[in-house]
Nanobody, 115 residues
């Protein structure tokens, strides 16, 4: 059974930082590309970043230079470091991966940035 469990969200002032974690189980983690998405209030879900099994990252333009994705294959965990946060980064952040042609999502973790 595939499970993705996010943690690390919270309330932070603009300019602050948070580190999100996503612990995965039930997949061959070391080869899976891991993704982060977010959904802001009254907006569609949007891509934030991904990291391949080989450790190559890609970012949405809106977060490039501020967010960093990383992974620890020994811990089956992917991280998203959020720096220089802005109020428009307020959203529920979701971890996602595809395994055997099926998408899996975590329950999400709320990030709220106050101005």
């Amino acid at each position: 059974q595939v499970q993705l469990v996010e943690s690390g969200g919270g309330l932070v002032q603009a300019g602050g930082s948070l580190r999100l974690s996503c612990a995965a189980s039930g997949i061959i983690f070391s080869v899976n590309t891991m993704n982060w998405y977010r959904r802001a209030p009254e907006k569609q879900r949007e891509f934030v970043a991904f990291i391949t099994g080989g450790g190559s990252p890609e970012y949405a333009d809106s977060v490039k230079g501020r967010f960093t994705i990383s992974r620890d294959n020994a811990k089956n965990t992917v991280y998203l470091q959020l720096n220089s946060l802005k109020p428009e980064d307020t959203a529920v952040y979701y971890c996602n991966t595809n395994f055997r042609s099926h998408p899996y999502w975590g329950q999400g973790t709320q990030v709220t940035v106050s101005s």
